[in-house]
């Protein structure tokens, strides 16, 4: 009787201890437990970083060159490739599975480079306030947000593994973390943010570096300059690629009489402006002065640029005029 009382009360202190055990989490040197996330757990869309060892960070593009996925900051963190030794091969376009659409078929109005002392790292596009502006590679949107530089910005990371930006647009139609096609329509033209008139500003980033976008595009042609790019650690110099000027005269039509003779100098006219198309402010000039000047009014160079007829214009200010 004493045996079998003893038995019971063995088993009842065992029975204790294991509930104990599981109830405060304790676990034996023989016998651990493993906590296995859920889709949520695993990975944020939101979140700023992921580890590149979750199983769901295959999910965004060109996952094995970034470390991270971030949807408020425009830029990726810099990679300083002036010591790069090698050469990187990005293919960029085989009319299978990878190709290349113009975002906006526009003259370029202003280039890649130092810009009144600043550095301008993309190319701005000319359009007007509605025009449709297109992704140019396969890729996921990363930023759609406004910015007060940019305006209402959109950056795709590429399967390929550049990002491009689109900036001062007047309207987005995609979201972050949406898949998006080349020739996929991201939104519409404008001139938001720090912007003077309606353009498109283009960008070619990768790992967070820009990159002239002259390497990759023929924006005269409005296609690729090769199928394939290589990046060395002269793709990222700085060159400026500011339009040189001359003091020579040139001939352009107006619309008012025949011809005119403008003359160029460091402080005049580039090859833009000689077709009529824009104006650079000089000291002194007035709306009203500039639209006397190219045979146009003062209610058309705002809606075209903007403004207001109280606008004040400033010294290099670029001003549409056509």
């Given at each position: 009787?004493?045996?079998?009382?003893?038995?019971?009360?063995?088993?009842?202190?065992?029975?204790?201890?294991?509930?104990?055990?599981?109830?405060?989490?304790?676990?034996?040197?023989?016998?651990?437990f493993?906590?296995?996330?859920?889709?949520?757990?695993s990975?944020?869309?939101?979140?700023?970083?992921?580890?590149?060892?979750?199983?769901?960070?295959?999910?965004?593009?060109?996952?094995?060159?970034?470390?991270?996925?971030?949807?408020?900051?425009?830029?990726?963190?810099?990679?300083?490739?002036?010591?790069?030794?090698?050469t990187?091969?990005?293919?960029?376009?085989d009319?299978?599975?990878?190709f290349?659409?113009?975002?906006?078929?526009g003259?370029?109005?202003?280039?890649?480079?130092?810009?009144?002392?600043r550095?301008?790292?993309?190319?701005d596009?000319?359009?007007?306030?509605?025009?449709?502006?297109?992704?140019?590679f396969?890729?996921?949107?990363?930023?759609?947000?406004?910015?007060?530089?940019?305006?209402?910005?959109?950056?795709?990371?590429h399967?390929?593994?550049?990002?491009t930006?689109?900036?001062?647009?007047?309207?987005?139609?995609?979201?972050?973390?949406?898949?998006?096609?080349?020739?996929?329509?991201?939104?519409?033209?404008?001139?938001?943010?720090?912007?003077t008139?309606?353009?498109?500003?283009?960008?070619?980033?990768?790992?967070?570096?820009?990159?002239?976008?002259?390497?990759?595009?023929?924006?005269?042609?409005?296609?690729?300059?090769?199928?394939?790019?290589?990046?060395?650690?002269?793709?990222?110099?700085?060159?400026?690629?500011?339009?040189?000027?001359?003091?020579?005269?040139?001939?352009?039509?107006?619309?008012?009489?025949?011809?005119?003779?403008?003359?160029?100098?460091?402080?005049?006219?580039?090859?833009?402006?000689?077709?009529?198309?824009?104006?650079?402010?000089?000291?002194?000039?007035?709306?009203?002065?500039?639209?006397?000047?190219?045979?146009?009014?003062?209610?058309?160079?705002?809606?075209?640029?903007?403004?207001?007829?109280?606008?004040?214009?400033?010294?290099?200010?670029?001003?549409?005029?056509?």
């Amino acid at each position: 009787m004493l045996r079998t009382i003893t038995k019971v009360v063995l088993f009842t202190v065992g029975v204790i201890a294991m509930i104990s055990n599981v109830a405060f989490g304790q676990q034996t040197n023989e016998q651990a437990f493993e906590i296995i996330e859920s889709a949520n757990d695993s990975i944020d869309l939101r979140s700023n970083f992921y580890d590149v060892t979750d199983s769901l960070s295959d999910y965004f593009p060109a996952n094995e060159l970034y470390e991270s996925w971030d949807n408020d900051g425009i830029y990726y963190p810099k990679v300083d490739f002036s010591n790069k030794k090698d050469t990187t091969i990005i293919v960029l376009c085989d009319n299978k599975t990878n190709f290349y659409v113009q975002p906006v078929k526009g003259r370029i109005n202003s280039e890649y480079g130092f810009r009144h002392r600043r550095f301008h790292y993309g190319i701005d596009l000319d359009l007007d306030i509605g025009d449709s502006v297109k992704c140019a590679f396969d890729g996921m949107v990363r930023v759609s947000r406004y910015h007060k530089g940019y305006g209402n910005v959109i950056v795709v990371r590429h399967f390929n593994g550049l990002e491009t930006v689109y900036g001062h647009l007047s309207g987005s139609r995609v979201h972050e973390n949406q898949l998006v096609k080349a020739g996929q329509l991201l939104g519409y033209g404008g001139s938001t943010g720090r912007s003077t008139g309606p353009h498109l500003h283009f960008e070619v980033r990768y790992l967070g570096t820009p990159m002239n976008p002259h390497k990759v595009v023929d924006f005269d042609k409005f296609k690729l300059l090769n199928d394939t790019l290589y990046i060395t650690n002269k793709t990222f110099e700085k060159k400026n690629t500011k339009p040189t000027y001359s003091k020579t005269t040139s001939t352009v039509k107006s619309s008012t009489s025949g011809t005119t003779t403008v003359k160029s100098s460091t402080s005049g006219t580039t090859a833009s402006k000689s077709t009529g198309n824009y104006h650079y402010v000089k000291k002194g000039d007035t709306l009203g002065g500039i639209a006397g000047k190219y045979g146009t009014s003062v209610s058309s160079l705002c809606k075209l640029n903007g403004l207001t007829a109280k606008s004040i214009l400033q010294i290099g200010q670029k001003v549409r005029v056509r």
